[in-house]
C-alpha cells in the first residue's frame, strides 16, 4: 500500500494516542491544525491558481475594484478602506518588480541588489499614491449609477513556454460615449496564477513609457537622479 507524508503522518499521530493515551489527543490535533493543514490548504491553494487561466486573473482583479469606495463625501475609514485595497492589489496583482526590471531595461543589471530593491519600493509607494482606479476614473467623469462596463476579449500566450500572456478587455464609459482597449500583459508566478507587468491603454505601454523617461533621466543625469526624483515625487505627495 501506498501513503503519501501527510498520511504516514496522520497515522503516526494515530499510533502516538493510541500508545500514549488520550493525554496527547490535543497535541495531535494542535500539530494538525499549525503543521499539516496550513500545507495543504496552501497547496490547494496553489492548484487553484495554476488552473486559473489569465483572463480569470483579470477579472479576480475587477472584482476586488468592485469594494473600491468612491463619492464626494468620503470618511476618514474609506479613504483607509481604498489606501489598503490598493495596496493589497499591487502586492497580490501586480509584479512591481519585474515591471521595474523591463522599464530599467540595460540599466537594471548594472544596479546592485539593494538598488534594485529600493527602485522596487519607490515604484510600489508611487503606484499606491497615484495610482488611478478605473472605478475613480468613472465616478470623476460620470454621476450615474452605471459607470463603466467591461468587456472581457480573451488572451494569448507571449513565447512558446506560456509563461506570460497578454489579456484582452474593453472599458465602455456610457456617460461619455467611449470604449477605451485596455490590455494587461501577465506572468506566471512562482506561487501560482497570474500577475501584471504592464498595462497598455489604446496602444499606450505603461512600461514602454517608464522605460523612455528612465533612460532618458539615466542617459543624462545618471541614475543617482532618477532615484532622487521619484524619491521627491514622493515626498510631494505625501505633503499634499
Same mark, same amino acid.
Given at each position: 500500500?501506498?501513503?503519501?507524508?501527510? $498520511?504516514?503522518?496522520?497515522?503516526?499521530?494515530?499510533?502516538?494516542?493510541?500508545?500514549? &493515551? @488520550?493525554?496527547?489527543?490535543?497535541?495531535?490535533?494542535?500539530?494538525?491544525? #499549525?503543521?499539516?493543514?496550513?500545507?495543504? =490548504?496552501?497547496?490547494?491553494?496553489?492548484?487553484?491558481?495554476?488552473?486559473? !487561466?489569465?483572463? %480569470?486573473?483579470?477579472? %479576480?482583479?475587477?472584482?476586488?475594484?468592485?469594494?473600491?469606495?468612491? @463619492?464626494?463625501?468620503?470618511?476618514?475609514?474609506?479613504?483607509?478602506?481604498?489606501?489598503?485595497?490598493?495596496?493589497?492589489?499591487?502586492?497580490?496583482?501586480?509584479?512591481?518588480? /519585474?515591471?521595474?526590471?523591463?522599464?530599467? &531595461?540595460?540599466?537594471?543589471? +548594472?544596479?546592485?541588489?539593494?538598488? =534594485?530593491?529600493?527602485?522596487? $519600493?519607490?515604484?510600489?509607494?508611487?503606484?499606491? /499614491?497615484?495610482?488611478?482606479?478605473?472605478?475613480?476614473?468613472?465616478?470623476?467623469?460620470?454621476? $450615474? #449609477? %452605471?459607470?463603466?462596463?467591461?468587456?472581457?476579449?480573451?488572451?494569448?500566450?507571449?513565447?512558446?513556454?506560456?509563461?506570460?500572456?497578454?489579456?484582452?478587455? !474593453?472599458?465602455?464609459?456610457? $456617460?461619455?460615449?467611449?470604449?477605451? +482597449?485596455?490590455?494587461?500583459?501577465?506572468?506566471?508566478?512562482?506561487?501560482?496564477?497570474?500577475?501584471?507587468?504592464?498595462?497598455?491603454?489604446? &496602444?499606450?505601454?505603461?512600461?514602454?513609457?517608464?522605460?523612455?523617461?528612465?533612460?532618458?533621466?539615466?542617459?543624462?543625469?545618471?541614475?543617482?537622479?532618477?532615484?532622487?526624483?521619484? /524619491?521627491?515625487?514622493?515626498?510631494?505627495?505625501?505633503?499634499?
Amino acid at each position: 500500500m501506498r501513503c503519501n507524508k501527510n $498520511s504516514v503522518l496522520t497515522m503516526a499521530l494515530a499510533v502516538a494516542v493510541v500508545l500514549l &493515551g @488520550g493525554s496527547v489527543t490535543t497535541w495531535a490535533i494542535s500539530v494538525w491544525e #499549525k503543521s499539516v493543514a496550513p500545507r495543504l =490548504q496552501s497547496e490547494a491553494a496553489r492548484k487553484v491558481k495554476l488552473a486559473q !487561466t489569465p483572463t %480569470e486573473a483579470i477579472k %479576480e482583479l475587477d472584482r476586488q475594484l468592485d469594494d473600491y469606495r468612491t @463619492g464626494d463625501h468620503l470618511s476618514a475609514d474609506d479613504v483607509e478602506h481604498n489606501r489598503l485595497l490598493k495596496r493589497k492589489i499591487l502586492g497580490g496583482t501586480f509584479d512591481i518588480r /519585474e515591471l521595474c526590471r523591463i522599464s530599467l &531595461g540595460s540599466h537594471w543589471p +548594472e544596479r546592485t541588489a539593494l538598488e =534594485q530593491d529600493h527602485l522596487v $519600493s519607490l515604484m510600489t509607494s508611487l503606484l499606491e /499614491e497615484k495610482a488611478v482606479t478605473s472605478k475613480e476614473q468613472g465616478q470623476q467623469r460620470s454621476k $450615474s #449609477k %452605471e459607470v463603466y462596463s467591461v468587456r472581457y476579449m480573451g488572451d494569448t500566450a507571449l513565447g512558446t513556454d506560456k509563461q506570460r500572456a497578454q489579456v484582452k478587455t !474593453t472599458v465602455h464609459v456610457p $456617460s461619455r460615449n467611449i470604449t477605451i +482597449e485596455l490590455f494587461y500583459k501577465v506572468r506566471r508566478a512562482p506561487s501560482g496564477g497570474w500577475k501584471i507587468y504592464d498595462v497598455i491603454v489604446d &496602444g499606450s505601454s505603461l512600461v514602454e513609457n517608464y522605460a523612455y523617461q528612465f533612460d532618458t533621466i539615466i542617459t543624462k543625469d545618471g541614475y543617482p537622479e532618477l532615484v532622487h526624483r521619484m /524619491e521627491k515625487k514622493l515626498d510631494e505627495m505625501h505633503k499634499k
